[in-house]
DNA sequence: TTGTAAGCGTTATCAT
DNA sequence: ATGATAACGCTTACAA
């Protein structure tokens, strides 16, 4: 591959003129950016990224911490990611966790060494003190979407507020007129709630509606459409005269949805389903899905811009980077109780 | 950030002991090696992957180049790719270049020219010119399931053998006893076929068996659930009598058995659905969904191999990176034909 | 075993 | 407008 002072040389300049041309920087006279411009082309002359980003001392890519892609919605929040990047003139290394904290870790290790300007934290398995490791090296880093309870770490981040989330589910399912409603959740292999904000919301307000969930309604599995399969079928199996159910995620609602066709319950007709997210798939289903959905898309671009700003401006406001409140979806899948 | 000679400074040896002790090269007294190690531990040191690709002339980093991320096939494919890769100590920079072949050169452009050492290219709707250009500036290119016909390119490629899978799909309703079948396909804005290969090897064996199908039977859309859905509801409004119908893709699958359940037509009793591909979605529908698996991961870990032993060792023979042959997949969705 | 020093391909600061 | 040249942080012969 030709360099830059293969192109000097034959052009009979410096790489410094050359470098000035590509980039249009200070001043060279147009004839010899002509020649210039022509030699480049001719001899198919690339810049090397790699040597132009250890001058400059940063690299145009940003890095994307995920768990797991399995769940759709990963692609979908980092599609949006990689498009508010690209517009930036930036890459996204989309990083995959899987569950483990050691490839986190290994990864976190290499992108915040130079292969990236800065990381958003989406993965919920990352450790915190491997986050503040990588932080206090001077490292911009954005949290995202972080749901689980846990100490406050010192750096920004984005949170959306699943509690409303919850909030809204319930309303809309007293407003229906359900008074009987199950809850399918998901909790990780060490039993701890990984939707717990949208939990609580949930419960508090129908608490506050006076309505009181036993713990004979309430189901545990994978975030998966299995689990929510699983799950649901658990408790309508039971016949306590559920009439809604209640997930807290659209991939959990998908599989109740499933479930209660397994069990001849006709959705929304003997049966309410709603999740939360909005993720495509929701509006896919049939009946398509009642969700609450959180702005996937407007987090995502959000995230890439605090992280940006984070980049140019050292420390920013985290006031200017809201995350839009969660709407309820109306959709096919809920309706009034039977009878 | 605290560099190489940060260390060796406080360490009383030069940066080359440091590099040493670090890539565990050369030979360092355990003394003096202990003492760095103590040092890069206490300062907090990470190497600088930058200069070190620089360095090296290399990054540890492998390109995917993949269209639309919207279609789960991508995250499934990109995910088991990932896990190869890094089982080599490899990242994969996955690079969406959406539906823009002037996207896809740019990402092209960039990654071909330090930021990564390779390129795995997926995308459909990449310029065949751009990818020699590619190529011919030295850099390993490998191409993955390309099923458009186009001119061979000169560059390596690993391809599923999708004539087999339709071929496999039609000897499967055939033996179920369906003969009034419909075929619901893909095809670009631009009116050219998306799935070429299984639509022909499904049509080939159709005729074979003395069955045809007029092209009031086939109709195409774009390759989504939706599109699907519209396409398989337009086939079956015909009252046609069609029994089965043949999707080239678990997503257009997955649309039709939507699509009939609106019809009211029950699947599998009043009509067949199967598919192409096996994504994790067909398994968890509801009937689970017949389909013709083609080895997703299979496929993504030995292109990555592909990719990373023509780096290693400049050419390879493509013969030893074969592609499992497509398998039916029998699940809930197909059954005879009513009556 | 350890040190010296020449790259790797850019960018950027001075001179000229 | 152009040229020298010193960074950038690391690897790697080769020398000591």
């Known amino acids: 591959m030709p360099t830059l002072s293969d192109v000097a040389q034959r052009a009979g300049v410096t790489t410094a003129t050359v ?3 590509i ?5 060279v006279g147009p004839a010899t950016a002509e020649r210039v411009r022509a030699i480049i082309a001719d001899i198919g002359y690339r810049p090397n990224l790699t040597a132009r980003a250890l001058a400059e001392g940063r690299a ?11 769940n759709p919605f990963y692609p979908e929040f980092a599609r949006a990611a990689e498009q508010a990047a690209r517009r930036e003139g930036h890459f996204l290394l989309v990083c995959h966790t ?6 986190g870790l290994a990864y976190l290790d290499r992108v915040s060494s130079g292969l990236s300007e800065g990381v958003l934290a989406m993965a919920g398995n990352l450790r915190p003190q491997d986050l503040v490791a990588v932080a206090d090296r001077g490292v911009p880093v954005v949290l995202v979407m972080w749901e689980q309870t846990r100490e406050a770490l010192p750096m920004h981040s984005l949170t959306v507020d699943f ?29 701890c709630l990984v939707h717990v904000q949208r939990h609580c919301g949930f419960l508090a307000t129908l608490a506050e509606a006076g309505v009181s969930l036993p713990d004979t309604s309430i189901e545990y599995d994978r975030d998966t459409i299995g689990g929510g399969f699983r799950a649901a079928l658990d408790l309508l199996s039971r016949a306590n005269g559920l009439t809604a159910v ?3 995620n659209d991939l959990l609602a998908i599989g109740a949805m499933q479930a209660a066709a397994a ?4 959705v929304p007709q003997d049966l309410s389903v709603m999740g939360v997210t909005d993720i495509e798939l929701a509006a896919q289903m049939r009946p398509a899905l009642t969700t609450v959905a959180i702005g996937t898309v407007a987090v995502a671009e959000s995230s890439i811009r605090l ?6 401006l050292g420390s920013v406001h985290n006031e200017q980077y809201s995350t839009p409140p969660p709407v309820l979806i109306r959709r096919g899948s809920t309706a009034p109780p039977p009878r």
């Open 19 to 21: 470098s000035n041309v």
């Open 23 to 27: 980039r249009g920087k200070g001043s």
């Open 60 to 70: 145009p890519t940003l890095a994307l911490l995920v768990s797991s892609i399995a």
């Open 98 to 103: 899987e569950t483990d904290a050691d490839i």
């Open 163 to 191: 509690h409303t989330a919850g909030r809204l589910a319930a309303e809309h399912l007293l407003a229906l007129g359900h008074r009987s409603i199950g809850l399918v959740s998901a909790k990780t292999a060490e039993g």
């Open 246 to 248: 209640f997930a807290t």
């Open 263 to 266: 069990l001849g319950r006709r």
């Open 307 to 312: 992280l940006l700003d984070k980049i140019r």
